[in-house]
């Protein structure tokens, strides 16, 4: 599914057209359209599944619960976005607000869809079980998976903006200046010397430069290279002058054996002889803006909470009357284990 032909439920996209997303995000193509769409189905969403609580106490109480749940999640989106932002700033990410806002928007539209598909399973439990503790830890239950759900596609996304080096630009520049560049003519490569001049059992031989260090891997002339180099060792290094023309440059990062050659109109990142070679496989360091995602996440979800519990009530207690807020008292947390002891 391409990104210029989105499905008509934006819901549908994210899941079925995860990297179309954020290649659309890295781009910041169609950002406002797409942002404005995942508000419009969140707010839809959270709606619905707000009816669903409110009908706990009584009709009136859904209603104001439709209103509330959606107003729960853009209230804390919008204390908590300046923050995310603000964290990619100090740290070098080079996200603007447009795409930090839409990565956001991609785990709120999840969680708002994942939570309204469990709507059916609460109805069912509200018709069957009216009970006023169960079905307040069931419904807390399922944002809590749904959330979990969501975050883990915002998770996913910065991975991916981190790949594109806009988390971390100056590491992405680095390993990009490593690679192999365009050069307008290749450099004349002297002529390899005849098999004859170069006894096969010849020993041993560096040529080290001066005010270096030998290379500690020896490097015999002849076709037994490959074989005296130990495993995972590489080198993007020049050779010395007694090594054969067609295996004096490999690309970074390949072994040093034959059938690596460079293609015409490239030349080959260096690094000077006798220095530590780059080897495959090796963890990347993870950028600062991801270690702050999950510092973020959790300062998410405690204002989310503390709001949930400000906005009180979304099921109503049926032994209350009905009340648009309650006063503030205690806090989310300790009634939650309240209502876990007297289940």
């Keep these: 599914m391409s990104g210029d032909r989105p499905s008509p439920l934006v819901i549908e996209r994210i899941l079925r057209d995860r990297v179309g997303i954020w290649q659309q995000v890295v781009a910041e193509r169609d950002l406002n359209a797409l942002t404005g769409r995942m508000l419009a189905s969140s707010a839809i969403a959270l709606a619905c599944y707000g009816a669903v609580l409110g009908a706990f106490h009584s009709p009136l109480m ?113 390993q990009v200046n490593t690679q192999a560049v365009p050069v307008t003519a290749p450099a004349a ?33 002849g076709p037994a290279v490959a074989e005296s180099i130990p495993n995972g060792a590489t080198t993007t290094a020049p050779m010395p002058a007694h ?4 295996w ?12 690596h050659p460079v293609p015409p109109g490239y030349q080959v990142a260096q690094r000077p002889w006798g220095t530590p070679p780059v080897r495959r496989g090796e963890p990347t360091q993870r950028p600062a803006s991801m270690t702050l995602l ?15 519990w400000t906005l009180r009530p979304f099921f109503g207690d049926p032994g209350q009357d009905f009340a648009f807020f309650r ?16 289940l």
């Design 243 to 246: 090594v054969p023309a067609q």
């Design 189 to 221: 490569v002297p002529a390899a010397p005849t098999p004859a001049a170069v006894p096969a059992a010849a020993a041993p031989a560096v040529a080290p430069v001066a005010g270096q260090s030998a290379e500690p891997v020896a490097v015999p002339a």
């Design 62 to 174: 859904a209603l104001t619960s439709a209103l509330k749940l959606p107003l729960l999640f853009l209230v804390t989106l919008a204390i908590c976005l300046p923050t995310l932002y603000l964290f990619n700033l100090v740290f070098g990410a080079r996200l603007s607000v447009r795409q930090s806002l839409a990565l956001v928007m991609v785990a709120i539209t999840v969680t708002s869809m994942l939570a309204v598909a469990f709507a059916p399973i609460s109805l069912f439990f509200l018709i069957t079980a009216p009970d006023y503790g169960f079905f307040k830890l069931l419904n807390v239950a399922i944002l809590t998976l749904s959330a979990l759900v969501g975050l883990r596609f915002l998770t996913g996304g910065m991975q991916v903006l981190n790949d594109h080096g806009l988390l971390a630009p100056e590491v992405a520049k680095a």
């Design 248 to 259: 004096s440059g490999q690309p970074a990062g390949a072994p040093f054996a034959p059938g």
């Design 294 to 308: 999950y510092i973020w996440i959790l300062l998410f979800g405690f204002v989310g909470t503390q709001l949930a």
């Design 327 to 342: 006063s503030i008292d205690g806090n989310f947390y300790a009634e939650i284990l309240r209502t876990i002891a007297n």
